[in-house]
Structures are given as structure tokens and as C-alpha cells.
């Protein structure tokens, strides 16, 4: 592991309380969250946290926790509305970040340190951490806002139990959005610690690479003229998933007999995403949408990456494990029938930020069974080139009169 979470709620689904995906589960509440196109610090969106007086917005991301494992969170917060009281912003498991009424960020094991109010409409950068133990003195924890260490300790009396999920989540009617998340533990040689400083975007597809022999639209016709990647870069997903007959142009789908065939798709490159020359990217993830009618059982099939960088195919499913089109989930319009895939979590990858990766979805089975793809895009968590006082005195950028950096550049 190492790197658990990438999300920059790009492709979140705000129409149902149940939906999953890379971009978290909303529980059942009065309020749900909201996929924000207007208010968003990176790509073409956030999520937006809306909360009334005793309800809770929540997003959860499930991971697999364990004891004597350290989990570091990095979430951005804007505020547009402050919350009445004290709300919790970010949990692992029952440790909680906390905001107050005046924008003051703490955790709740240290109410008496506290952040300066992050209410001034720019974008800030919390991070968390916690070791969870059945041991009592080998827990640990520490908040950070900004990069600046605001309290930490050890031996809590919390973090008792693993971790089924890491969530954002607002009460006291306040209004809050949060973009670039990302979530590591402490395992494997790569974003193995804090997460630091970083943007997440999306790769979307613009072209149809490769389409092999019987990938059609969902409607059955041919694909051509790239109408394939335009039909599975809808963000979010629309598609319906218990399609027999074909009849939807927002999918494409395959159910001849031939084995191991594949649809590539010419992703947007780095540069016409927004990732700037001299950037680090620190992780790149594939991720796709699909399923098959329930009443045919599923094909397997494959997700990676075929060039920029070179990802190797991996099972559908869980970690690779399930490699099935269907999500066994019972037949309907998304989410209820769409399962949601990653390929595997590629570590400071070596890329060329004006070349277009080329994405893979492959079906394996020899059958007439029906495959069907949703949505394909690739995840990139990077950081971006450090902004010094002298290119930005030589761009005639001084920050104002005192030639101090504005905040946002700082953080």
C-alpha cells in the first residue's frame, strides 16, 4: 500500500446517498454532498458540504485499517458559510479535526490549539495523522494546517479500533467545500508519509486510440470519429447498467465471442489538464466504470495504462481481484448497477506532460456476453513547481505594495 486515497471529487455522483467510488460513499442524510463546478482549487471541480442544524454531510473513503499503522489525510478547505458551533471537518475512525464558529481549525484532543481562522475565502491545507494500536502507548497523532504543526501527542485514549474509513464531514449549518484529497499509511517505499503540498486533476478521454473487434457505441452502432471516448468521459457518469438491447450513446459495449479485446482511448495529456512545466507528478491511477446486464452473468476483463506511463493491465475489481463487468449489484440506472475499478498506483511516474497517455480497457472471456464501459479516466496527484519572490518580482507579481507573496502562493 502507501497511498490509499486519490480524489479530487471529479467524477462524484451527487444524486444518491449510496453511491461509491473513487470520490468516496455518501451515507443516507438529510443532506448530501454536491459535486461544485463554480467553487473548485484544481480541475474542473469539488465537493460541496452543505450542512443544516442537526444534520450531517458526510463523504467516506473505505480502506482496509489495521493496528500499529500510521494514516495521513490532506484535504483543502474553503469556507463560505462558518459553522454556528464546533464541527468536525475530517475523522480517521473516532479522532476527529474540528472546526470552530470563528474558522478555527483544531483537533479534539487539543481544543486549546488552534489554527488562525481559515475564513478569508483562499483554499487551506489540513493534514492529519494517527496510528491507531490495541496498545494505548503506541498510538500517536499530530495536525498540521498549512504545513505548520498546530498540536500532536501520543498514548490517546482514542484510535482504539481500525479504521473502516477516513471521511470529511461538516455539521452547524455551515457550508464548506474540500478538493485534493489524498490519503496515505505507512506502508511501501512511496507516499509512505504526509502527503503534502498537492493537486489532483483528471485525465479525460479525447480520442479513440484503438478499438478492437466488436466494441460498438451503446446504441450497437459502429464507433467512429471518436465517438467511443465520448462516450465514457462523462464526468459524472450517466449510463444506464442493466442495458440488453443497445440503446444509450453515453457507454460503449462489446459481446462478441472474441477473447482478450481491446477499446484504448487517447487521454487529455498533463499540460491541457493543468499540470504546469516543472511539476513532480507523485502518483497516477486509472480508474473506470462498468458493468454487464444481469440477466447474461459478466466477462472478465482488464483496466490499465498502454503508454505515459506504461501501466500494466490488471483485473476489474477490488485490487485487482474481482475482474468482472458486473458489480453483482441488482440491475438500474448508476450507481446501483456500475462497479468502479482502479488499475494499479503508479509512484512518481516518468512522463512527458505534453503527450497524451493512452488508457486500456480490455474483455478477456471468449463469450457473447455483454461488457460494458461507463467512464474511463486517469486520477494525477502532483505537486506543482515551487513559485519563488524573484519570478514572481521578474512578472511583475510583488504581492502588493510590501512585495509579500500572497498567501495562496505561500501555501
Not at 486517469?378 to 515551487?386: G, L
Request: proline residues 4%; contains cysteine; glycine residues 10%.
Amino acid at each position: 500500500m502507501a497511498r490509499l486515497v486519490t480524489s479530487g471529487f471529479e467524477i462524484y455522483v451527487d444524486t444518491t446517498a449510496t453511491q461509491t467510488g473513487p470520490d468516496g460513499t455518501a451515507p443516507s442524510s438529510p443532506t448530501l454532498a454536491t459535486r461544485d463546478t463554480t467553487v473548485k482549487r484544481s480541475g474542473a471541480a469539488s465537493a460541496k458540504l452543505t450542512s443544516t442544524a442537526g444534520s450531517l454531510n458526510q463523504i467516506d473513503f473505505a480502506i482496509a485499517g489495521a493496528f500499529d499503522r500510521g494514516y495521513w489525510s490532506r484535504i483543502y478547505v474553503r469556507v463560505t458559510t462558518l459553522p454556528t458551533d464546533v464541527t468536525s471537518i475530517v475523522a480517521h475512525g473516532t479522532n476527529v479535526v474540528q472546526m470552530d464558529s470563528s474558522g478555527r481549525i483544531f483537533g479534539f484532543l487539543n481544543a486549546a490549539a488552534q489554527s488562525p481562522s481559515i475564513n478569508d475565502g483562499n483554499w487551506h491545507r489540513v493534514e492529519f495523522y494517527t496510528k491507531p494500536s490495541a496498545t494505548q502507548a503506541n498510538r500517536a497523532w499530530e495536525l498540521r494546517v498549512d504545513g505548520a504543526t498546530i498540536s500532536s501527542g501520543t498514548a490517546q485514549g482514542v484510535d482504539s479500533s481500525n479504521y473502516a474509513a477516513i471521511s470529511v464531514a461538516i455539521g452547524g449549518s455551515a457550508v464548506l467545500n474540500f478538493d485534493d484529497l489524498a490519503v496515505n499509511d505507512d506502508q511501501g517505499a512511496s507516499q509512505n508519509t504526509w502527503p503534502g503540498a498537492g493537486n489532483v486533476l483528471l485525465l479525460l478521454p479525447t480520442a479513440d486510440s484503438a478499438v478492437g473487434t466488436g466494441w460498438t457505441l451503446g446504441t450497437g452502432t459502429a464507433i467512429s470519429a471518436n465517438s467511443g471516448s465520448t462516450a465514457v468521459k462523462n464526468t459524472p457518469p450517466i449510463s444506464v447498467a442493466d442495458l440488453t438491447a443497445g440503446s444509450d450513446t453515453k457507454q460503449i459495449r462489446n459481446a462478441t465471442s472474441n477473447a482478450n479485446v481491446n477499446y484504448d482511448a487517447t487521454m487529455t495529456t498533463y499540460t491541457a489538464a493543468g499540470v504546469a512545466s516543472g511539476a513532480t507528478v507523485n502518483v497516477v491511477v486509472p480508474v473506470v466504470a462498468t458493468a454487464a446486464p444481469l440477466v447474461t452473468s459478466a466477462k472478465a476483463g482488464t483496466v490499465g495504462v498502454v503508454s505515459n506511463p506504461a501501466i500494466a493491465n490488471v483485473a476489474l475489481g477490488a485490487g485487482g481481484t474481482a475482474g468482472a463487468f458486473w458489480a453483482g449489484a441488482a440491475a438500474g440506472t448508476y450507481p446501483a448497477g456500475w462497479k468502479w475499478s482502479s488499475g494499479t498506483i503508479t509512484y512518481a511516474p516518468t512522463v512527458t506532460l505534453g503527450t497524451a497517455p493512452v488508457m486500456r480497457v480490455t474483455q478477456v472471456t471468449a463469450s457473447t456476453r455483454i461488457a460494458m464501459v461507463c467512464f474511463m479516466g486517469i486520477y494525477v496527484d502532483y505537486t506543482p513547481a515551487a513559485v519563488t519572490a524573484k519570478s514572481l518580482v521578474a512578472s511583475g507579481n510583488r504581492g502588493g505594495r510590501g512585495g509579500t507573496l500572497p498567501q495562496r502562493i505561500l501555501r
